[in-house]
């Protein structure tokens, strides 16, 4: 069978609720990546983050990291590296928010918060990466690809709307999850670090694999050849992605099986 790029996003899409690989999807991608097919770990979280589970994958995976703010080959060599302008980040570090959104800047190398929040530690345990709570009033030297706001989903909206009005044109705005608003640089998204992989691997979009499961997936469920949403995802995406095939829930190895389908793994 002809090479193909399998990309795949992360939380309540190829992880279990644990937030961990399980068994069969660590075995059907190193079966896939054996046979010579590249797969890409393509997520919102911080590139160290990733960087840990292709490791217990133990595959050499493409890592698209903050919504494709940094796109990593698989052999670690960055490939591409689209930051915020400091005085853009400047700008949503001192936009008023309420005292209990959480304020973080994944840069190169940290991940930034402005306060304690050991609820989300949880998501990160099987990585062990975790944040540093920091005043933010030192950005010049700092190398920001992506801005998070995490709190609850009606807090969040007016903060959408006054970054859309302020920032809309110059930003890249989306959601991970109900709780999560990401803000990147303009033209930030999986798919536009998808397209590069692409060009890099002299692949065509027929030979993409896509999975996904919320907002900031739509762009590379688009552009991929072959495109599936998880059971459990944002109704609205699935409404968005006519073209998509609906499989199971994250938490039932749905990628894998739908990888062992489409590959004819035994």
Do not use: C
């Not at 999807?25 to 960087?51: E, F, K, P």
């Not at 133990?58 to 940094?70: E, R």
């Not at 930030?188 to 997936?217: H, I, M, Q, W, Y």
């Amino acid at each position: 069978m002809s090479q193909y790029l399998i990309a795949s996003d992360l939380d309540n899409t190829l992880l279990n609720a644990e937030h961990r690989i399980d068994a069969l999807t660590r075995d059907t991608l190193q079966a896939l990546s054996a046979r010579g097919h590249v797969i890409a770990l393509a997520s919102g979280r911080h590139y160290q983050d990733i960087a840990a589970i292709r490791r217990q994958l133990d595959i050499p995976a493409w890592i698209i990291s903050s919504n494709g703010a940094h796109v990593h080959d698989a052999g670690d060599r960055v490939v591409s590296d689209t930051l915020v302008p400091t005085e853009l980040v400047r700008a949503l570090v001192d936009l008023p928010r309420p005292s209990s959104v959480r304020l973080n800047l994944y840069t190169r190398d940290r991940w930034l918060i402005d306060a304690e929040a050991p609820e989300l530690l949880p998501l990160h345990a099987m990585t062990g990466f975790t944040y540093q709570v920091d005043e933010m009033a030192d950005l010049d030297s700092e190398h920001v690809g992506k801005v998070l706001y995490i709190g609850e989903p009606a807090l969040l909206k007016p903060l959408e709307r006054t970054l859309r009005e302020r920032h809309g044109e110059a930003l890249h705005i989306t959601y991970s999850a109900a709780n999560s608003l990401e803000i990147m640089q303009r033209g930030v998204n999986k798919a536009t670090a998808l397209s590069r992989a692409l060009r890099a691997l002299d692949l065509p979009t027929e030979r993409t694999l896509a999975f996904g499961d919320n907002f900031n997936d739509v762009e590379m469920l688009t552009l991929a050849g072959h495109a599936y949403v998880v059971s459990n995802a944002h109704p609205d995406v699935i409404g968005q992605l006519p073209r998509a095939k609906t499989i199971g829930a994250h938490h039932e190895s749905a990628v894998a099986h739908a990888l062992r389908e489409f590959f004819a793994l035994e």
